[in-house]
């Protein structure tokens, strides 16, 4: 973005500009999780991926209707945030070795993509209200309650048995 197209000129651009970032990060998860079901051990964990896959599906045909309901067409713009998390994940799966580290690793990745989203959710269920869209904002927060749904089930794999186990290894 240059000196001369200062394209978010508004609050409500800002929220579209925003609607677009987390549409291509939901899509970019949707290719990254059948990796990470692939690379898990534990079956609770491969079985969690496997779900919030499928939630995953949803919520990008929930952000097409919120898209619709605010009259503009779907479409993402690159999410360097999203990137960078999925490339780190990706660099870190390479480099451990022992299955039970690497169900551990794979949880800690899967947070920071979660809380990411958390954010992100967050701020558009917040901007969509003050917009005056109350539509928008009530599929938006039905997401952010997925999300953090997610979030607090690999908490729990993790605070489980995850941990406890690497531990060993
Ligand atoms: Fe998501
Ligand atoms: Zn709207
Ligand atoms: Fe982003
Ligand atoms: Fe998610």
Redesign the pocket.
């Known amino acids: 973005m240059g000196l001369f197209t200062k394209h978010i000129r508004s609050m409500d651009d800002l ?1 579209v500009h925003t609607l677009q970032d987390i549409y291509y990060a939901e899509h970019q998860i949707k290719k990254a999780l059948p990796k990470m079901v692939d690379k898990a051990s534990d079956p609770a964990l491969k079985q969690a991926f496997e779900r919030h896959l499928t939630e995953t599906e949803g919520q990008i045909e929930r952000l097409e209707k ?1 898209f619709e ?2 009259g503009v067409k779907a479409k993402g713009v690159t999410c360097d945030a999203i990137d960078g998390i999925i490339k780190e994940t990706e660099s870190i799966v390479h480099e451990v070795k022992d299955a039970t580290v690497l169900d551990a690793a794979l949880v800690a990745a899967a947070q920071a993509v979660e809380h990411y989203e958390i954010t992100r959710y967050g701020t558009l269920a917040s901007w ?1 209200e003050q ?1 005056g ?1 109350p ?2 904002a009530s599929l938006l927060r039905e997401t952010l309650a997925e999300e953090e749904g997610a979030d607090q089930k690999l908490t729990t794999l993790a605070k489980g048995h995850l941990n406890r186990v690497a531990k060993a290894a």
């Open positions: 929220f919120v309901l605010h969509a917009l869209h539509d928008c």
